[in-house]
């Protein structure tokens, strides 16, 4: 089946690390996203990463894929008061061009 | 470029009523993808357009239908209006054949059934 899961708030401080979590149940996902959605604006592609790779660092933003476990997250580091949005989890299949199966995002909250 | 234009940014529509948004794509891309995003969840994926036809259908009734014009803009169309569509529908422009790293998303359109 196709189902991604994700907690629906973190909280956090500014500065420290944020760590958004993510499940999902179609082994056969071929490519995983974090997209990024502010008030008022669309989605915005983060990072991906492919199903035969465990780990991908761009700047401050760290995925973690754990295939196993179907587990995908997202650490942002030093988070900032910019920071604070939406953040969606995504997966697709090549076989269904590249169809998007979402989650129902995780809102980032900053502490100052 | 502008990137990908949707309109109008926002609507209200009486139940029982059709609407039309609209869907202009980033410059170079040929493939339009419309989902529908209720309050609080996910973008839901509706259909997808690629060479002025429908290619790819997600769970949604013949109440919504679309099309893509030579010029790769694209319409969506939904039919009596229910409550249950209020919501905020994103278009999203790709390359066909290039993955969702490829895909463009517009800032949507807020629909209101009343």
């Known amino acids: 089946g196709e189902d991604v899961e994700q907690s629906l708030f973190l909280s956090v401080r500014e500065g420290d690390s944020s760590v958004i979590n993510c499940t999902y149940t179609d082994s056969s996902s071929t490519y995983l996203y974090w997209y990024k959605q502010e008030p008022g604006a669309g989605l915005q592609l983060l990072t991906y990463?492919?199903?035969n790779m465990d780990m991908k660092q761009d700047q401050r933003l760290t995925v973690l894929l754990n295939k196993k476990d179907k587990h995908l997250s997202l650490r942002i580091a030093d988070t900032q008061t910019g920071d604070s949005a939406i953040y969606f989890c995504a997966e697709s299949k090549v076989d269904s061009n590249y169809q998007l199966i979402w989650g129902a995002g995780t809102k980032l909250i900053i502490k100052p | 470029d502008a990137g990908v234009t949707q309109s109008p940014t926002h609507l209200i529509k009486t139940r029982g009523q059709q609407v039309t948004l609209r869907c202009s794509p980033k410059?170079?891309?040929?493939?339009v993808s419309w989902y529908q995003q209720a309050l609080g969840q996910g973008p839901q994926f509706i259909f997808q357009y690629y060479e002025e036809e429908e290619r790819q259908r997600g769970n949604f009734p013949d109440r919504f239908s679309g099309h893509q014009f030579p010029n790769y803009s694209s319409e969506l169309n939904v039919n009596a209006l229910l409550l249950g569509d209020s919501a905020l529908y994103l278009c999203?422009?790709?390359?066909?054949?290039?993955?969702?790293?490829?895909?463009?998303f517009g800032q949507g359109t807020r629909l209101t059934v009343v």
């Open positions: 410059s170079g891309h040929d493939t």
């Open positions: 999203a422009s790709s390359r066909t054949g290039y993955m969702n790293t490829e895909a463009f």
């Open positions: 990463i492919f199903s």
